[in-house]
């Protein structure tokens, strides 16, 4: 059965210094990976997303995610963080082209980035 | 374009009572996919629409139900409410079903339900 992990409950990061927030993954066939953001009552939204290609995505907002076949990995990546990117983020995977609207979420990370 | 509406955003209900919520996706998309999120189980796939026609369903006891018209929009109902049900609904949407060419979901800000 398809799953996601997100290993971090929370991350705190400084502003302007790096942010990175796990996911791993394990599915059967080709991954289709996606990172969301979710900010408080609000809906979730799309950042980026790994179909396949290049390993190294980019996305909204300056993120980008690393896939990693070998370490079953898409972690989600920013160079410099803002305050205003404190929110609730979900990994997610669809099983191929077989489940159509269908992810599997992972439990969310609170990212927490202090001025 | 406008983005992915759900209705009522808040409700309160009581035990017993049935809820219908409702979700117009955004124009030209044919898919719509409702998700519960709670904090204690997270983000959990109801089901999937595509064409009027349920097209995946899951692990949700049968007094969760859906459908969806001609013109795309999706409603679901929830039977008999139990405590449990409170909830984030978020309904989302997309071109059609299995896009592999693009994938990703457009989901609206949810009807939050309190069972009391």
């Known amino acids: 059965a398809q799953s996601v992990a997100q290993p971090e409950d929370q991350v705190n990061v400084a502003e302007g210094n790096p942010l990175t927030v796990k996911c791993t993954y394990s599915v059967s066939g080709n991954p289709y990976l996606f990172w969301y953001v979710q900010y408080p009552n609000r809906g979730l939204q799309f950042l980026l997303k790994?179909?396949?290609?290049?390993?190294l995505v980019k996305g909204s907002y300056g993120f980008e995610a690393e896939f990693n076949k070998s370490q079953t990995s898409f972690h989600l990546k920013k160079p410099s963080a803002l305050v205003s990117d404190s929110a609730l983020y979900f990994c997610?995977?669809?099983?191929?082209?077989?489940?159509?609207?269908?992810?599997?979420f992972g439990q969310g990370t609170e990212l927490s980035v202090k001025p | 374009k406008a983005g992915v509406t759900q209705t009522p955003r808040y409700l309160i209900k009581t035990r017993g009572q049935q809820v219908t919520l409702s979700c117009s996706p955004i124009s030209g998309h044919r898919s719509v996919s409702w998700y519960q999120q709670t904090p204690g189980q997270g983000l959990q796939f109801l089901f999937e629409y595509f064409s009027e026609t349920q097209r995946n369903k899951g692990n949700f006891p049968g007094r969760f139900s859906g459908r969806q018209f001609s013109n795309s929009r999706s409603e679901m109902n929830v039977s008999t409410l139990e405590l449990g049900d409170s909830a984030l609904y978020l309904c989302?949407?997309?071109?059609?079903?299995?896009?592999?060419?693009?994938?990703?979901?457009?989901f609206g800000e949810g009807s939050r339900l309190t069972v009391l």
């Open positions: 997610a995977v669809r099983d191929g082209d077989n489940q159509g609207g269908k992810l599997i």
């Open positions: 790994y179909i396949t290609g290049d390993n």
């Open positions: 989302a949407s997309s071109p059609r079903q299995g896009t592999a060419g693009t994938g990703e979901l457009f």
